[in-house]
């Protein structure tokens, strides 16, 4: 953060970035997958710096905890919906929406909800992005979806799925018409082109919060964990 504060980019969330894109800003995703209490570390963290992020909860037991959601929203940051109805439904588009609706009014009760973010269930057949062929979700006050509402030819997307920032070959569904060539091997290479001004004016970084820990037990887990599910995902997901 402090190399792109000291690069002249100002952070935003996602719902002040959709009307009014600064010229030269940095939106902060983070998909809420598990582990909450590591999304409300980085919301602290986030606070301290004077820094305003956009986090995307589920509606599974696994994200869904609305004590770190009020505090999150409490901090300043915003608070998203990390639908994935379609998956959870089996398919079946009329009851996805109705479960769409539940989940968002639900969430709504908890902290104001303009934007929303379809979560990729890399192990289902089913892409929940689809529900909008049907559906709109501005018919739900929704400003905006990330994959439907961002020009990526523009904006540089850089995503930690797969546990590293290249790993397009390993993401079955986050992934966008992106206008740049960067590999980033990892987080310090990000951090070398920022203080060089090699990176474009407009970023959005995508962060799962449970991958990052200064525990050696709970870092070797989650790089063991993935790097499996790395391996799954291109040989049975990828080539569907």
């Not at 540089?156 to 091997?185: A, H, I, M, P």
């Not at 990892?186 to 991958?211: C, W, Y």
Request: hydrophobic share 35%.
């Amino acid at each position: 953060m402090g190399a792109l504060q000291s690069q002249s980019y100002r952070f935003q969330t996602f719902q002040q970035f959709l009307p009014a894109p600064n010229s030269r800003t940095v939106v902060l995703r983070h998909d809420v997958d598990l582990l909450p209490q590591n999304s409300l570390a980085f919301a602290q963290i986030q606070r301290q710096a004077g820094i305003r992020g956009t986090y995307y909860f589920r509606a599974v037991p696994e994200s869904w905890n609305e004590a770190i959601i009020r505090e999150i929203a409490d901090l300043g940051h915003e608070i998203g919906y990390h639908y994935e109805c379609l998956t959870t439904c089996g398919g079946d588009l009329e009851a996805s929406i109705r479960d769409f609706d539940k989940n968002l009014t639900a969430l709504r009760k908890i902290a104001p909800v303009q934007t929303i973010c379809m979560h990729g269930s890399p192990m289902s057949k089913y892409d929940s992005k689809d529900l909008w062929k049907k559906y709109s979700y501005q018919d739900f006050g929704i400003m905006g979806e990330p994959y439907f509402d961002v020009d990526f030819s523009k904006v540089l997307y850089l995503t930690d799925t797969g546990r590293r920032w290249n790993g397009e070959n390993v993401s079955v569904r986050d992934k966008v018409s992106s206008g740049f060539s960067f590999q980033f091997q990892n987080t310090n290479e990000i951090v070398r082109a920022s203080v060089e001004g090699k990176l474009p004016d407009q970023i959005m970084f995508t962060f799962h919060p449970q991958r990052w820990t200064n525990d050696v037990f709970l870092w070797t887990k989650e790089l063991v964990f993935q790097n499996m599910k790395n391996i799954i995902k291109r040989h049975f997901f990828m080539r569907r």
